[in-house]
């Protein structure tokens, strides 16, 4: 890694994905003035699209894991599984990928510049994109090598070893997104009610 990736948390102290749990005071100024039980009864065709674009990532997320975790307590077969998440994780990522390109290059920079006290915070949003997509590309290699080791012949140990590097890229990355999509709401949502 390089040493001024956004990644690198020496340059947001306090705003690593894997140790936040929410966002510190000095950005929850906005939050405070709109809070999260607040949002669906104010209209607005933007944070309501927002909210369910956030909402279909985590039911995909709920939904790959829940196929993982009948795959790991034996509920379903190799194969089975391998012919269920090949479709849905490819559609999943394509959407992931697809909406965080439109926040980095559009999104981000016009909120970074409406909302100048909250720049730290888009910072770490990015470099969760960062880390989110380093985290991807180590669910793709390892789903990769769980379908390979499908079609050997006697790997079943192989194919095992490979579903549970795969669920255990997945776990981490789906967590992380999670965690980054609940902060990214309260960063944005109300940035988008305050300026209407």
Request: include cysteine.
């Amino acid at each position: 890694m390089k040493a001024s990736s956004l990644t690198d948390t020496r340059y947001l102290p306090g705003l690593d994905i894997d140790k936040r749990t929410g966002w510190p005071d000095e950005l929850r100024v906005l939050l405070d003035k709109f809070p999260r039980d607040t949002w669906r009864s104010r209209p607005s065709p933007v944070t309501e699209f927002w909210l369910d674009k956030h909402d279909w990532f985590r039911h995909q997320c709920s939904a790959l894991k829940s196929a993982g975790d009948d795959y790991r307590e034996g509920r379903s077969d190799a194969m089975v599984f391998a012919s269920w998440l090949a479709p849905r994780l490819q559609n999943f990522l394509a959407h992931l990928h697809g909406h965080h390109q439109i926040e980095d290059h559009h999104y981000f920079p016009a909120f970074r510049a409406a909302e100048e006290r909250l720049a730290p915070g888009f910072d770490a949003l990015a470099a969760d994109h960062e880390l989110l997509h380093e985290g991807i590309s180590d669910v793709v290699a390892s789903v990769n090598a769980f379908f390979e080791s499908l079609r050997k012949e006697n790997a079943a140990d192989a194919t095992r070893h490979a579903a549970d590097r795969y669920l255990a890229c997945s776990e981490t990355t789906f967590r992380r997104l999670l965690r980054h999509l609940s902060d990214e709401e309260d960063l944005i949502i109300p940035v988008m009610l305050d300026r209407g």
